[in-house]
């Protein structure tokens, strides 16, 4: 089955510095992946469309030169979060669609502490 | 805007129990829906998928259904366990379009005592 590998799968890291978390797909080319944020208790809330070789899509209210995202290649798309505060401490997942596939696939998501 | 509400937002049964979890979503257009479990901390588990044509959809102890005109699903759990202990989360898919992301409920954790 199509499978997303995510990770680190948990940073802490200072304020002001910046994270990359990475998601590939291992088994499958992802033309498209999207990037979502989860705080507690919330239900995840999409961030970006990330499309290989093109800028990613930007939901309303994200910041796109906080939250980079970058979709180099059809395996790969990555998320910065540049300059991080403690409010950006979250919990951050992507997930692909494998063309001709009904269901969405999820990395195992990415536990952020900005301290 | 398509909502997805989940009730009831937490649930406690003993082992053993039958339930059911309910989802409603505003807007009929969608291509598929889906439940999804969540351990604390961790990603997502696919649980079931059902097809905008579909009724329901069978996996184990899981029971899915769609009334699409209506706007529900219910995922029933038969003879909960305490390692069924999670939050359940719906989503649906909107109608195909390329690059269209899956838009969530807010989940209902479950939590199953022995």
């Known amino acids: 089955g199509a499978v997303v590998s995510q990770h680190p799968s948990r940073v802490i890291c200072k304020s002001g510095t910046s994270v990359k978390i990475e998601c590939r797909s291992l088994?499958?080319?992802?033309?498209?992946m999207f990037w979502y944020r989860q705080f507690p208790k919330q239900s995840l809330m999409l961030m970006a469309t990330?499309?290989?070789?093109?800028?990613?899509?930007?939901e309303q209210g994200v910041e796109k030169d906080k939250f980079l995202i970058n979709h180099a290649s059809l395996t790969l798309s990555t998320l910065t979060v540049t300059s991080a505060h403690p409010e950006d401490s979250s919990f951050y997942i992507c997930?692909?669609?494998?063309?001709?596939?009904?269901?969405?696939?999820f990395g195992s998501g990415t536990r952020l502490t900005v301290v | 805007k398509q909502e997805v509400t989940q009730i009831p937002a937490a649930l406690s049964v003993p082992e053993g129990e039958n339930l059911v979890l309910n989802c409603s979503f505003t807007?009929?257009?969608?291509?598929?829906l889906q439940w999804f479990r969540q351990d604390p901390g961790k990603g997502l588990t696919s649980l079931l998928l059902i097809q905008s044509s579909q009724r329901e959809q069978t996996s184990g102890r899981l029971n899915a259904s769609l009334d699409k005109s209506s706007g529900r699903s219910t995922l029933y759990i038969a003879a909960s366990q305490p390692g069924d202990s999670a939050t359940y989360l719906c989503a649906v898919r909107p109608i195909n379009q390329a690059g269209t992301a899956l838009i969530f409920g807010k989940g209902t954790t479950l939590s199953v005592s022995s």
């Open positions: 088994d499958f080319q992802a033309t498209t």
């Open positions: 807007d009929s257009a969608i291509y598929n």
């Open positions: 990330s499309n290989e070789g093109s800028k990613a899509t930007y």
């Open positions: 997930s692909a669609i494998r063309q001709g596939a009904r269901g969405y696939t």
